[in-house]
């Protein structure tokens, strides 16, 4: 059974930066494909980021494309995001996900998550 646990999040202001990490136990990491989600109260969990398992394909949201970093490391276990130039719009509860999925931005492609971690920006 895979395991996810993000750390990272926390209070930032505009402008600031964040990075969020996503420890990986429980199977064989480098067969995942690995996404980042974020989700705000009475809103469906968006996609945010992902990243194939060899690392070679990366995806992102429109909204979060030329701020954010996604990156892994197989030796780690770990996925991470680098989050820069924050709005208070990026205020959410960010979400590790893994799948053994090619639709690296498709919600239901991934089949485990993490518990989250808190992500607030102040304006």
């Known amino acids: 059974q895979v395991q996810l646990v993000e750390s990272g999040g926390g209070l930032v202001q505009a402008g600031g930066s964040l990075k969020l990490s996503c420890a990986f136990s429980?199977?064989?990491?480098?067969?995942?494909?690995m996404g980042w989600f974020r989700q705000t109260p009475g809103k469906e969990r968006e996609f945010v980021a992902g990243?194939?398992?060899?690392?070679?394909?990366?995806e992102y949201s429109n909204s979060v494309k030329g701020r954010f970093t996604i990156s892994r490391d197989n030796a780690k276990n770990m996925v991470y995001l680098r989050m820069n130039s924050l709005k208070s719009e990026d205020t959410a509860a960010y979400y590790c996900?893994?799948?053994?999925?090619?639709?690296?931005?498709?919600?239901?492609?991934?089949?485990?998550w993490g518990q989250g971690t808190q992500v607030t920006v102040s304006s």
């Open positions: 996900a893994a799948g053994t999925t090619v639709d690296i931005s498709q919600r239901n492609a991934y089949d485990y």
């Open positions: 990243i194939t398992w060899g690392g070679i394909s990366t």
């Open positions: 429980g199977r064989t990491f480098n067969m995942y494909t």
